[in-house]
């Protein structure tokens, strides 16, 4: 595989153990402040590093499934189907109005979010897993 790191970006090297206790402390926040605490930026990339380095994934892969374009998408059409406009259209609705109801509130928010995984999920930064102390980037695995 060719590992072109980006030129402009910043890297950190960490101890995989480090990492590790990271995405536990993660698992916990998504655990005590989702969904409403939730960030669909990171979201994705905890999905993929805790399967990396063999934690327990998010509670949310119960709800959500795989963190694919596909699976968002089907999602987004379903609440489209049921407001019967666009996911943009509903977004800007209920933000003018305010929700009508618990079920509206919850689905404006759910809403909102999977627009949000489906922009990050398109705009991805790869991480380089290297092991040992010869950190060459053409050996190690890429996490997208």
């Not at 590790?20 to 998504?30: D, G, K, N, P, S």
């Not at 989702?34 to 994705?44: L, V």
């Not at 499934?65 to 699976?71: A, L, Q, S, V």
Request: hydrophobic content about 35%; glycine content about 4%; aromatic content about 8%.
């Amino acid at each position: 595989m060719d590992v072109k790191p980006d030129p402009e970006e910043e890297y950190v090297i960490m101890p995989l153990g480090v990492l590790e206790r990271i995405l536990r402390y993660a698992m916990i926040v998504c655990q005590e402040h989702c969904p409403a605490g939730r960030d669909p930026a990171t979201c994705p990339y905890i999905v993929n590093l805790t399967r990396q380095v063999g934690l327990s994934p998010p509670p949310c892969l119960n709800d959500y499934g795989e963190y694919r374009r596909e699976t968002f998408k089907v999602m987004i059409k379903d609440l489209e189907r049921k407001y019967n406009m666009g996911i943009e259209e509903f977004i800007n609705t209920v933000r003018k109005r305010k929700p009508r109801s618990l079920e509206e509130q919850t689905d404006f928010m759910e809403a909102t979010f999977y627009l949000g995984v489906l922009r990050e999920l398109s705009n991805m930064r790869n991480i380089y897993i290297a092991k040992g102390s010869n950190i060459n980037l053409k050996e190690a695995v890429v996490v997208k």
